[in-house]
């Protein structure tokens, strides 16, 4: 798992420390301090995996220093027995990815941030192949003024920006942001974050001496007290996750729940301007029209003193007559409901056709509950009820939008055709525009229809025998248009049984007469293979 750790700290001799020693330890190598005459020598540790001194440009050139004469020149610069020669930085580097980005990552990560600011890193990978790998970095701290031909640098006063706490901050994100980067190349899922955890409990640095003991076998303090910290930061990450996922189950119902009331809130609308239209309808059909035209007139003539038996007119003994067509009610069954859906296409009679249907359900369930009979899943054809009326008039204008549907207009078409090849029988050898424009149309008329889907893919094929080798006839042609009426007509009675009927119709004679053909072009076999 990648973990973050960043740790900054300077390279003081109040301290005890110095300079070329630090040097000589990061790169495992062997320094002598000039100003002191002691030598500092590493080089017998063997975890060293790259080692770099990486400089600036300045006056918009680059320049190389050796490792030691660079740590010498820094002790010789500073005087005051106090003074801070350097900045550490120890950087853990990601397991999950390999050495050469590892060192890649490295680079990138100094170049950004210290040798772009005028800094000279001395760069140093230890532990590579281990499960400690991590990099040491030693920055100078003062400005370089100048940089002789010879190669010798000139040091300025010291950089105080460069010890700014919101410059370290920065610094640590560009860490964590640089490795995060390298983990999705390497498709890692794991990513770290410079940020101190607030609902996490810190985790301690182990150390080389306690880590050794503990690879032996030997339990330290160090070990333990990092293992129960462990331990305690993986349950709280289980109650985070355990609340983040109660949160979520909660918002899902919250949301679940709002949904359903405003569904249930959309019903009851929906309900409602239907008992409204329904208490119109039976207000209109409880009233005598000849009283509402003579009411105004009778109203007038009381004002003027008139008699009232003088305004009987011819008009008024029309009205007076028996109801008319578009006033008698029709009580629909549940399968002439279900015909008029799918034989309109307009919005506005579909949702009227759909709240009649819904409320012959409604009906239906009603009754059955009273019985105490199981509800079934789905309403009898010939169900209807006298709670379910309209008028002949909207009768006769469900019936009539079954010409205008995609299915209606193909088939008066298909109508056509017929009619055009039986009056102009020479025409019949040679395939016609309007068959064509017919046989492109129909993958969006079974689109757009897809309750027909069938028939029209069947018929299609016949059309296409018709055009192309004439293999059936306008007879049958015919034939199968009245079959598709009564598709159009009832589409949930015929939809299952149209199938079969156009299959054996439409490629009997197909199978027939490419029998044989494919008997005699079959290789005979032998005896031997027979047997």
């Given at each position: 798992m990648a973990i973050f750790y960043f740790n900054a700290q300077?390279?003081?001799?109040?301290?005890?420390?110095?300079?070329?020693?630090?040097?000589?330890?990061?790169?495992?190598?062997?320094?002598?301090?000039?100003?002191?005459?002691?030598?500092?020598?590493?080089?017998?540790?063997?975890?060293?995996?790259?080692?770099?001194?990486?400089?600036?440009?300045?006056?918009?050139?680059?320049?190389?220093?050796?490792?030691?004469?660079?740590?010498?020149?820094?002790?010789?610069?500073?005087?005051?027995?106090?003074?801070?020669?350097?900045?550490?930085?120890?950087?853990?580097?990601?397991?999950?990815?390999?050495?050469?980005?590892?060192?890649?990552?490295?680079?990138?990560?100094?170049?950004?941030?210290?040798?772009?600011?005028?800094?000279?890193?001395?760069?140093?990978?230890?532990?590579?192949?281990?499960?400690?790998?991590?990099?040491?970095?030693?920055?100078?701290?003062?400005?370089?003024n100048e940089v002789a031909p010879s190669g010798e640098i000139?040091?300025?006063?010291?950089?105080?920006?460069?010890?700014?706490?919101?410059?370290?901050?920065?610094?640590?994100?560009?860490?964590?942001?640089?490795?995060?980067?390298?983990?999705?190349?390497?498709?890692?899922?794991?990513?770290?974050?410079?940020?101190?955890?607030?609902?996490?409990?810190?985790?301690?640095?182990?150390?080389?001496?306690?880590?050794?003991?503990?690879?032996?076998?030997?339990?330290?303090?160090?070990?333990?007290?990092?293992?129960?910290?462990?331990?305690?930061?993986?349950?709280?990450?289980?109650?985070?996750?355990?609340?983040?996922?109660?949160?979520?189950?909660?918002?899902?119902?919250?949301?679940?729940?709002?949904?359903?009331?405003?569904?249930?809130?959309?019903?009851?609308?929906?309900?409602?301007?239907?008992?409204?239209?329904?208490?119109?309808?039976?207000?209109?059909?409880?009233?005598?029209?000849?009283?509402?035209?003579?009411?105004?007139?009778?109203?007038?003539?009381?004002?003027?003193?008139?008699?009232?038996?003088?305004?009987?007119?011819?008009?008024?003994?029309?009205?007076?007559?028996?109801?008319?067509?578009?006033?008698?009610?029709?009580?629909?069954?549940?399968?002439?409901?279900?015909?008029?859906?799918?034989?309109?296409?307009?919005?506005?009679?579909?949702?009227?056709?759909?709240?009649?249907?819904?409320?012959?359900?409604?009906?239906?369930?009603?009754?059955?509950?009273?019985?105490?009979?199981?509800?079934?899943?789905?309403?009898?054809?010939?169900?209807?009820?006298?709670?379910?009326?309209?008028?002949?008039?909207?009768?006769?204008?469900?019936?009539?939008?079954?010409?205008?549907?995609?299915?209606?207009?193909?088939?008066?078409?298909?109508?056509?055709?017929?009619?055009?090849?039986?009056?102009?029988?020479?025409?019949?050898?040679?395939?016609?525009?309007?068959?064509?424009?017919?046989?492109?149309?129909?993958?969006?008329?079974?689109?757009?229809?897809?309750?027909?889907?069938?028939?029209?893919?069947?018929?299609?094929?016949?059309?296409?025998?018709?055009?192309?080798?004439?293999?059936?006839?306008?007879?049958?042609?015919?034939?199968?248009?009245?079959?598709?009426?009564?598709?159009?007509?009832?589409?949930?009675?015929?939809?299952?049984?149209?199938?079969?009927?156009?299959?054996?119709?439409?490629?009997?004679?197909?199978?027939?007469?490419?029998?044989?053909?494919?008997?005699?072009?079959?290789?005979?076999?032998?005896?031997?293979?027979?047997?």
């Amino acid at each position: 798992m990648a973990i973050f750790y960043f740790n900054a700290q300077a390279i003081s001799r109040s301290s005890g420390k110095n300079a070329c020693r630090a040097a000589a330890y990061n790169a495992r190598t062997k320094i002598v301090d000039e100003k002191t005459q002691k030598s500092y020598d590493y080089s017998d540790r063997t975890d060293l995996a790259h080692s770099l001194v990486m400089t600036p440009q300045i006056a918009d050139r680059t320049f190389k220093i050796d490792r030691a004469t660079l740590w010498n020149l820094v002790e010789a610069g500073e005087k005051r027995p106090d003074a801070q020669l350097a900045r550490s930085l120890v950087l853990a580097l990601p397991t999950e990815i390999d050495n050469q980005a590892k060192w890649l990552l490295t680079q990138k990560f100094v170049r950004d941030n210290f040798t772009s600011q005028g800094m000279i890193a001395d760069v140093n990978i230890h532990d590579i192949n281990s499960h400690n790998p991590h990099v040491h970095i030693l920055l100078t701290m003062r400005d370089i003024n100048e940089v002789a031909p010879s190669g010798e640098i000139m040091f300025g006063l010291k950089n105080r920006t460069w010890n700014d706490k919101k410059l370290l901050e920065q610094q640590k994100e560009s860490w964590a942001n640089s490795v995060n980067y390298y983990l999705e190349l390497a498709q890692v899922p794991d990513r770290i974050d410079h940020r101190t955890p607030t609902d996490r409990v810190p985790q301690i640095h182990i150390g080389t001496t306690a880590w050794e003991m503990e690879q032996r076998g030997i339990q330290t303090e160090r070990g333990d007290l990092h293992r129960q910290i462990a331990k305690i930061n993986r349950n709280i990450e289980l109650l985070r996750k355990a609340a983040v996922d109660t949160q979520q189950s909660l918002e899902i119902e919250l949301r679940l729940e709002v949904e359903r009331r405003e569904a249930a809130q959309r019903e009851e609308e929906k309900y409602k301007a239907l008992r409204e239209r329904i208490e119109r309808l039976k207000t209109t059909l409880t009233t005598n029209p000849a009283e509402q035209i003579a009411q105004p007139v009778k109203q007038q003539a009381t004002a003027q003193g008139q008699p009232l038996d003088d305004l009987v007119s011819p008009a008024v003994e029309k009205v007076s007559s028996p109801p008319s067509m578009d006033r008698e009610i029709y009580v629909p069954t549940r399968l002439e409901i279900v015909n008029w859906y799918h034989q309109t296409n307009s919005d506005r009679d579909r949702e009227e056709i759909a709240a009649l249907g819904q409320q012959l359900k409604d009906t239906y369930m009603a009754q059955a509950s009273m019985q105490g009979q199981p509800v079934p899943a789905k309403l009898p054809n010939d169900y209807k009820s006298d709670k379910v009326t309209i008028s002949i008039t909207d009768k006769q204008r469900f019936n009539e939008r079954k010409e205008q549907t995609p299915l209606g207009k193909f088939i008066a078409g298909c109508k056509e055709v017929v009619i055009h090849y039986e009056t102009d029988k020479n025409l019949t050898t040679k395939p016609s525009f309007e068959i064509d424009q017919t046989i492109k149309s129909l993958e969006k008329i079974a689109k757009e229809d897809p309750i027909n889907r069938i028939g029209i893919e069947r018929l299609n094929r016949t059309l296409k025998d018709f055009a192309s080798e004439n293999r059936v006839g306008t007879g049958k042609l015919s034939k199968l248009i009245v079959e598709l009426e009564k598709v159009r007509d009832n589409p949930e009675q015929y939809r299952d049984s149209l199938q079969e009927r156009l299959n054996r119709e439409v490629n009997a004679n197909y199978h027939q007469k490419n029998a044989q053909t494919e008997q005699q072009s079959r290789p005979k076999k032998s005896r031997g293979f027979e047997r």
